[in-house]
Protein backbone atom coordinates (compact mmCIF):
# COMPACT_ATOMS: atom_id res chain seq x y z
CA UNK A 1 0.00 0.00 0.00
CA UNK A 2 1.37 3.39 -0.98
CA UNK A 3 2.44 5.60 2.32
CA UNK A 4 1.57 8.73 -0.49
CA UNK A 5 -2.06 9.90 -0.45
CA UNK A 6 -3.36 10.77 -3.80
CA UNK A 7 -5.79 13.53 -3.30
CA UNK A 8 -8.53 15.87 -4.67
CA UNK A 9 -10.08 19.14 -4.16
CA UNK A 10 -12.24 17.70 -1.97
CA UNK A 11 -10.01 15.95 0.68
CA UNK A 12 -6.94 18.43 -0.03
CA UNK A 13 -8.59 21.07 3.01
CA UNK A 14 -8.37 18.36 5.32
CA UNK A 15 -5.17 16.53 3.90
CA UNK A 16 -3.06 19.64 3.56
CA UNK A 17 -4.32 22.81 4.67
CA UNK A 18 -5.45 21.55 8.16
CA UNK A 19 -2.49 18.89 8.55
CA UNK A 20 -0.95 19.04 11.89
CA UNK A 21 2.51 17.66 10.21
CA UNK A 22 4.68 19.90 7.46
CA UNK A 23 2.88 18.57 3.81
CA UNK A 24 4.56 17.93 0.67
CA UNK A 25 1.92 18.22 -2.44
CA UNK A 26 3.26 16.50 -5.45
CA UNK A 27 1.40 18.01 -8.72
CA UNK A 28 1.66 15.50 -11.56
CA UNK A 29 0.22 13.84 -13.93
CA UNK A 30 0.68 10.50 -15.86
CA UNK A 31 2.11 11.27 -18.94
CA UNK A 32 4.68 13.12 -17.45
CA UNK A 33 8.09 11.15 -17.38
CA UNK A 34 9.93 13.12 -14.63
CA UNK A 35 6.86 12.82 -12.52
CA UNK A 36 7.03 8.96 -12.26
CA UNK A 37 10.46 8.92 -11.82
CA UNK A 38 10.22 10.90 -9.03
CA UNK A 39 6.68 9.19 -7.33
CA UNK A 40 9.30 5.93 -6.20
CA UNK A 41 11.25 8.78 -4.56
CA UNK A 42 8.26 10.20 -2.81
CA UNK A 43 7.52 6.86 -1.61
CA UNK A 44 10.89 5.95 0.26
CA UNK A 45 10.69 9.34 1.70
CA UNK A 46 7.25 9.25 2.95
CA UNK A 47 8.15 6.21 4.98
CA UNK A 48 11.37 7.93 6.00
CA UNK A 49 9.57 10.80 7.22
CA UNK A 50 6.40 9.01 8.37
CA UNK A 51 4.93 10.81 11.23
CA UNK A 52 7.36 14.09 10.68
CA UNK A 53 6.27 14.86 7.30
CA UNK A 54 2.93 14.23 5.19
CA UNK A 55 3.38 13.38 1.13
CA UNK A 56 0.57 13.89 -1.14
CA UNK A 57 0.16 13.95 -4.97
CA UNK A 58 -2.64 15.94 -6.77
CA UNK A 59 -3.08 15.24 -10.90
CA UNK A 60 -3.03 18.36 -12.07
CA UNK A 61 -5.12 17.23 -15.19
CA UNK A 62 -7.46 16.31 -12.81
CA UNK A 63 -7.76 18.80 -10.05
CA UNK A 64 -6.71 21.87 -12.48
CA UNK A 65 -8.37 24.20 -10.08
CA UNK A 66 -5.38 23.05 -7.56
CA UNK A 67 -2.52 23.43 -9.96
CA UNK A 68 -3.86 26.86 -10.62
CA UNK A 69 -4.72 28.24 -7.31
CA UNK A 70 -0.82 27.21 -6.36
CA UNK A 71 0.82 28.85 -9.61
CA UNK A 72 1.76 24.71 -11.50
CA UNK A 73 3.07 25.92 -14.61
CA UNK A 74 5.67 22.95 -15.06
CA UNK A 75 5.88 19.09 -14.26
CA UNK A 76 6.43 17.75 -11.55
CA UNK A 77 5.99 20.74 -9.26
CA UNK A 78 6.12 20.17 -5.59
CA UNK A 79 4.67 22.56 -3.24
CA UNK A 80 5.84 22.71 0.04
CA UNK A 81 2.95 23.40 3.52
CA UNK A 82 3.02 24.48 6.66
CA UNK A 83 0.28 24.97 9.27
CA UNK A 84 -1.66 25.92 5.40
CA UNK A 85 0.73 28.29 4.15
CA UNK A 86 3.32 27.67 1.47
CA UNK A 87 6.46 27.55 2.23
CA UNK A 88 8.67 26.76 -0.47
CA UNK A 89 8.58 24.97 -3.85
CA UNK A 90 10.47 22.61 -5.92
CA UNK A 91 9.84 22.06 -9.77
CA UNK A 92 11.32 19.23 -11.91
CA UNK A 93 13.01 16.70 -10.58
CA UNK A 94 15.47 16.66 -8.16
CA UNK A 95 18.25 14.01 -7.05
CA UNK A 96 16.80 12.04 -3.55
CA UNK A 97 19.88 13.60 -1.43
CA UNK A 98 19.07 17.30 -2.41
CA UNK A 99 15.42 16.50 -1.41
CA UNK A 100 15.87 14.85 1.68
CA UNK A 101 18.40 17.94 2.58
CA UNK A 102 15.92 20.33 1.90
CA UNK A 103 13.44 18.30 4.02
CA UNK A 104 15.71 18.13 6.69
CA UNK A 105 16.24 21.78 6.41
CA UNK A 106 12.57 22.32 7.00
CA UNK A 107 12.01 20.04 10.11
CA UNK A 108 14.37 22.01 12.27
Not at 2 to 18: K, Y
Request: aromatic fraction near 8%; charge should be negative; hydrophobic fraction near 40%.
Amino acid sequence: MSAVLHINNRSFQAEVLDSPIPVVVDFYASWCGPCRALSPMLERLSTEYAGRIKFVKVDTDEEPGLSEAYDVSALPTMVFIQDGEVVGNAVGLPQEQALRSDLNKWLK
